[in-house]
Nanobody, 124 residues
Framework: QVQLEESGGGLVQAGGSLRLSCAAS????????MAWFRQSPGPKHDFVVA????????DYANSVKGRFTISRDNNKNIVYLQMNNLKPADTAVYYC?????????????????WGQGTQVTVSS
């Protein structure tokens, strides 16, 4: 069982930066694939990025590649999402998710644990 808590969201102007954090409690954090998804108004969670348990492999959505960077600290049980050059289209609630499988996917159905989300608003 893993509990996830996101932080770091807020209001920023276009071109600005934010860093989101996802703190995990529970055991064996270093065996979980971690991911960020986002939800604009509407039911769908859009994939943003995933990172494998060791941190050695990442997968970015094309829409954020080159602007967002995911990292993890397995000693502190935290995943970070550094977001640079933010655009109004990045406005959404950002969710951290964890999967105890070894396959890194973009499928929301794969992820067993979710945080409550943190709002990111980018003004033009």
């Amino acid at each position: 069982q893993v509990q996830l808590e996101e932080s770091g969201g807020g209001l920023v102007q276009a071109g600005g930066s934010l860093r989101l954090s996802c703190a995990a409690s529970g055991r064996a954090f270093n065996t979980y694939t971690m991911a960020w998804f986002r939800q604009s108004p509407g039911p769908k969670h859009d994939f943003v990025v995933a990172i494998n348990p060791s941190g050695g492999r990442v997968d970015y959505a094309n829409s954020v590649k080159g602007r967002f960077t995911i990292s993890r600290d397995n000693n502190k049980n935290i995943v970070y999402l550094q977001m640079n050059n933010l655009k109004p289209a990045d406005t959404a609630v950002y969710y951290c998710a964890a999967d105890d499988g070894m396959v890194m996917t973009r499928d929301t159905e794969t992820y067993d644990y979710w945080g409550q989300g943190t709002q990111v608003t980018v003004s033009s």
